[in-house]
């Protein structure tokens, strides 16, 4: 195999994402052992482990927009099994340490089409986000909002600081580290889902903790 | 702990999955991700968990006793990789369509090969995944195998109208599976031959969404009516939007050959070929188009693959190795040629097919090598296999007639002609190639004749039958089209024709066991000569019907 400079970058970091993902599984494997200090570090290097896994798959996603943009593969897939597999996700990660809520609108379709893989990505982003600030709780949620897919994620948190609403209200590009990163990166996402010339979009704001909303044509 | 509303909406007592019950198969080559699987596995319940490092041990595991998940990654290594395996279980059917397929991949590229490949795995990871995400995807698939038991009990038993209609009652009272069901159904219409019907569903997918697999249904609907030219422009546009659904590549080489464009079919082959190159059937398929185009080098080297990448797979036949040597010796490499013969002898000799591909090559050799001695003995071994009954594909058999000719064999080689060429009376490039055979040695005028003799009488029985059953005479039909069977014995199209006027005949005239059991053995036939044929399913459906109309149970039919 030939490599030039960028591609070793992207086999390499997509070689550390599976071993990161090994050592993911291996953490848990831990048992509890009922010890506060003892499950309270596992848990956290179990969090910092999976976060780091979501990162590196995005910087992958990322790499790749550069050249071309992310080409979502639209299938039909139900928004109800999606909230469900989120919400176990995101528990699993919690691990109790901060209540995970679900709920979908009665309005909401059986199935909706979108990139299943694509969103799962983004919604897990704001759902690492969530649970490094939220208070106590962390609630996902599906509805209809102006004839689109709404997926949500929403937290008890101090909300989103000024500058990262305003960078997401005016599509301009955001900070490259941390939660710009991520965020830009769910703005890709939501805009590369595309149907009959209506495009999806990223909502930010803030109501009694950060609001972060997947809108989907 | 969890404040749930509106959440998974179905009973509780219809989501209830006995995980104890599963028996789940793990194929993947890295040790330590095969055991973190199943410990994976084992956290949500599944206990009975069996281990494959590669595609030969999963297949040796699944010939053992029936699973109901299996979990397989993509890449295994050196040998098949997951999306082969895959079909071969299928294709040789070690698994139904009730078990539970899915598919892990660490590229996010392969994902989407994989997630857009025609025969798909029912669900698909992306690698690293955490457990939770894979026990709810498992659920997922699990709750929708149940929805389509019906669906899929019918399909087995080949009783294709009931399953659309059970896929008609999905469409109609679950929502939530429309469009699997839509897609099923879409699949049976084409393997019935009701491709208008095909057309319209795949329509009513796209005006809801224009996703690739519907626009992919939609180009092949519309290349078996014929109408090739709408079919090009949908694929060029699922090209553009899926680049990496290899499918509408082997398709468009269907599209091109229909418009007789083998140059731009070549083209379509080598793109998917360039996506996916492991899989043995788009290699041959790309050999042999090559090779009708002069293009050696490519078609050598797609040859060259579906012997490379094609080890241990049940779509390699003898007459791969053929095909491989005939284009060395066309490049003048003799020694290459011998060299594939004697590195493959052993599986070579296992079969009578192999044996008279090993002296039907060998005897080429020696011919261009000028040791004709040794070529009358190679000959006169495949003379004898063929009179023992042993054949090869079409292409083997005229090599045979040309070898026989270099060695002086003139009758032989004018009989083997004569019968490939009433087998395919109406393929140009097989009769072409037989002209070219005839006028290398110095015999124009007598392949000529050999050529037209064998294709216009079975031409005439064949029209002459198929007038008559136009004209409502299907007892004479039967007569003429049994005849051309007689002389045509390896011809789809005649066996396919007789098939049918025998069914129209019973139709009319009342039961006939004999007749009847003629039609199960040419249709038989038809499947071994020409696999996947537009017209074979619609024909094993009417004479299904006919069967249990007249109350005929098959012994040993499912």
Known sequence: ?217 | MAVDSGVNPASASEAFIDYSALRALVVEDYPGMRNALRLSLTNFGITRVQLAANAAEAIYQVKQKSYDFILCDFNLGDGRDGQQLLEELRHSHLISLETVFMMVTAESYYEKVVATAELAPDDYMIKPFSPEVLRSRLESVLFRKRAFRDVYRHFQAQELDAAIAGCDKLIQGKPKYLVDALRFKGELLVTLGRFEEAEALYQQVISMRAIPWARLGLSRALHLQNKDEAAEEVLRDVMEQAPEMVAAYDLLSDVCLARKDAPAAQVALEKGVAISARTVRRQQKLGEIAHTNGDLDTARTAFSNVLEKGRHSVFVTPGDFGNLCRVQMEQGDLQGAADILKKNKSTLQASPEGQLVMAVTQGMVHVKSGKLREAAKAVAEAIALRERGTRGDANLMLDMAGTCMASGRHDEADGIVGEVARNAHDSEVLLARARKIYDEAGRTDAGASVLAVATADVRKLNNEGVVLAQRGDFRAAVDKLLTACAEAPRNPRIMMNAVWVILKYVDQAGMDETMIEAARRHLDEAERQAPGHARLAGLRLQLKNVESRFGIRRKGSA
């Open chain 1, 1 to 217: 195999m030939k490599f030039d400079g960028t591609d070793l970058y992207a086999a390499l970091i997509h070689e550390l994402k599976n071993d990161l993902g090994l050592l993911s599984m291996t953490i848990d494997g831990i048992p509890l052992q009922g010890d506060t200090a003892h499950d309270a570090t596992v848990d956290a290097a179990r969090l910092l482990c999976q976060n780091v896994v979501d990162r590196l798959q995005q910087s992958l996603l990322i790499y790749k927009a550069i050249d071309q943009p992310i080409r979502p593969a639209i299938d039909a897939w139900s928004p109800h099994d999606a909230v469900r597999e989120i919400r176990d996700r995101a528990a699993a990660l919690a691990r109790g340490r901060i209540r995970v809520e679900a709920a979908l609108a009665p309005d909401v379709p059986e199935i909706w089409f979108f990139d299943r893989d694509l969103v799962e990505m983004a919604l897990i982003n704001a759902i690492h986000n969530s649970l490094a600030h939220a208070r106590s709780v962390l609630r996902i949620e599906a509805s209809m909002t102006d004839g689109c897919l709404a997926l949500t994620v929403r937290d008890d948190s101090a909300g989103y600081p000024e500058h990262i609403l305003a960078c997401v209200a005016t599509n301009a590009p955001c900070q490259s580290t941390g939660t710009g990163l991520g965020l830009q990166f769910s703005r890709l996402i939501a805009q590369s889902h595309d149907n009959r010339g209506r495009r999806g979009e990223l909502r930010l704001h803030n109501d009694q903790g950060a609001v972060f909303c997947l809108l989907l044509p």
